[in-house]
């Protein structure tokens, strides 16, 4: 059954920058257009696209702002956000159901999505009654130690298109509440959201200036948004190409850089598994989003003494799931983003089937009927993967899961570790005392028990090893404390002229 939403065609938005409080049209001559991934007749949004000079102004009106915005304390700077997050409470079907149009995600995990945002603005609000540092005691008698916490000035933000309001959601809030404006740079294929949320803090009352929206080409106005001297920190996440020649740019400057990128997260199925649970979690983590998320499940590795019983179930679940237009109540998996997605799904299921893993179900472009405008690939499982080809190694970003067998403990963390990346993991079984070694001994930024690979919470730390991602952890305090400078103050009241202090 469609929703009302679907039998409507919307108009077409004309999009415009927001720079200095101000909604204007780029200055580059490149149309940026959005359209919907399950129908790409459909055209939701055009705008011109910002050029080097838009960036330009924006940090310009950035600067103009700093100095109110950095006096504002951080109570009231909460106050605003905590009014955005109230708008964004009224709007959250809107969005989300503009989410699933641009983006393609199904309804409910654009509505999850929304709530993830949401509550991720609502906890930094918080913080603006938080915002302080520590105090210490001294070597030194009737010496006072305390630090204190400074935004950096003018940050860039960079995100990209498979989360588009939770991404940016989780790093200008906190980028706000330390006092920092903000020049946002959303993917170029979801601007239609970027701009909702913009709109959101500009009717919460954020001043103008303090947060400001370029919708341009990456490749043409990235180095700009890095490299430019009044930009004090930059906070990216997207492809490990963009990432590392970001981290570069800002290494060479000297500046704060948090970088997360790509994941290729393994899920252990034990022998004593709970396999109902662990089915629940695999067909979630591995096909949700149609795979496109960091946290995505796109490694499987069994215990040889369950995998069989297990690849049976997983495959007549999986046969269950109906792909379509997210918008359709009854679709369990939507498109791919885009006709470039699509392909490099496609180019690693052939890469997959040449390096000679087993096709167990899947592999092919849908085209017909109500699939023949959209983007869509049908859930894919390639069994018996050698660990050291592409297909074990290499992020495809789509629904495409690379199954391997373990029969020993140290067999399957060495499967879970043979990896370029180390954001996420999962490890489904009883074993308590398993459970906590594989704790110990997987190398990933975040572990999870007898639940799915996905997910992460406002008040915990976000974010991976190894080519996962470089800087400090997003989310909670770490991804508050990035977007802050920190000051340590020494006190001395002892009244005495004799110099106190022999460090
Ligand atoms: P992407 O191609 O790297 O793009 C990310 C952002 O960078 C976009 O806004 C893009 O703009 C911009 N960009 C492109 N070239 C740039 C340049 N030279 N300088 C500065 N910015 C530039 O990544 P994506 O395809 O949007 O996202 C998918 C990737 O993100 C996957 O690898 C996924 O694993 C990763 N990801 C990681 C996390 C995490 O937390 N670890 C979360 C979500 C996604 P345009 O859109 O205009 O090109």
Redo the contacts with the bound molecule.
């Keep these: 059954m469609i929703t009302p939403a679907t039998n409507t065609t919307p108009e077409v938005s004309i999009l415009k920058q927001y720079i200095g409080g101000k909604w204007v049209d780029g200055s580059s001559s490149r149309e940026i257009i959005s359209t919907n991934p399950a129908d790409n007749r459909q055209i939701l949004a055009k705008l011109t696209g910002a050029d080097k000079t838009d960036v330009l102004r924006a940090i310009d009106a950035a600067s103009k702002a700093f100095p109110a915005w950095k006096a504002t304390t951080p109570p009231a700077r909460g106050r605003i956000l905590m009014k955005a997050a109230l708008l964004l409470r009224e709007r959250k079907e809107e969005l989300a159901r503009l989410m699933t149009l641009e983006q393609g995600k199904i309804l409910p995990e654009a509505l999850g999505e929304m709530e993830k945002g949401i509550t991720l603005i609502e906890w930094f609000a918080g913080e603006g009654l938080r915002l302080g540092g520590i105090t210490q005691p001294s070597e030194l008698a009737k010496n006072l130690l305390y630090t204190t916490r400074h935004p950096r000035g003018i940050v860039s933000i960079?995100?990209?298109?498979?989360?588009p309001f939770a991404?940016p959601a989780w790093k200008i809030a906190p980028a706000l509440i330390a006092g920092n404006c903000v020049i946002f740079?959303?993917?170029?294929?979801v601007p239609a959201l970027a701009v909702a949320l913009v709109k959101v803090f500009e009717d919460a009352g954020l001043p103008p200036g303090v947060l400001n929206l370029v919708l341009g080409?990456?490749?043409a106005m990235?180095?700009i948004?890095?490299e430019e001297p009044r930009i004090k920190a930059v906070s990216f996440?997207?492809?490990?190409?963009?990432g590392k020649?970001?981290h570069t740019i800002c290494g060479a400057r000297g500046i704060p850089v948090v970088c997360?990128?790509?994941?290729k997260n393994p899920a252990v199925i034990w022998e004593d598994a709970d396999l109902e649970l662990a089915l629940g979690g695999v067909i979630k983590g591995a096909f949700g989003s149609t795979g496109q998320r960091?946290t995505a499940t796109s490694r499987l590795i069994l215990h040889v003494a369950i995998a069989d019983k297990f690849l049976k179930m997983l495959l007549t679940e999986v046969a269950k799931i109906k792909v379509g237009n997210g918008m359709d109540t009854a679709t369990g998996m939507g498109p791919a983003v885009d006709e470039s997605q699509l392909k490099t799904n496609l180019d690693y299921i052939e890469i997959g089937k040449k390096e000679g893993a087993k096709l167990l179900c899947g592999g092919n472009r849908l085209t017909k009927d109500e699939y023949a405008h959209g983007w869509f690939v049908e859930p894919t499982i390639f069994d018996g993967v050698n660990p050291k080809s592409r297909l074990w190694q290499e992020?495809v970003?789509g629904p495409v899961l690379a199954v391997a067998r373990a029969d020993d403990f140290d067999k399957a963390i060495e499967l879970a570790n043979d990896s370029p990346f180390g954001?996420t993991c999962a490890f489904y079984s009883r074993d308590l005392t398993l459970a906590m070694r594989f704790t110990q001994e997987v190398e990933a930024g975040m572990v999870h028990l007898n639940s799915p690979t996905i997910g992460g919470e406002a008040q915990v730390p976000f974010g991976?090893v190894k080519g996962?991602?470089v800087g400090e952890r997003e989310m909670a305090k770490e991804g508050l404390h990035f977007f802050t400078e920190q000051k340590t103050v020494f006190l001395d009241y002892t009244g005495s002229r004799r110099a106190s202090n022999l460090y």
């Design positions: 960079i995100t990209p298109w498979n989360f991404i740079k959303p993917a170029s294929l080409s990456g490749s990235g180095d948004l890095v996440t997207g492809s490990n190409e963009i020649r970001i997360e990128m790509g994941g960091c992020e970003f954001l991976g996962s991602g």
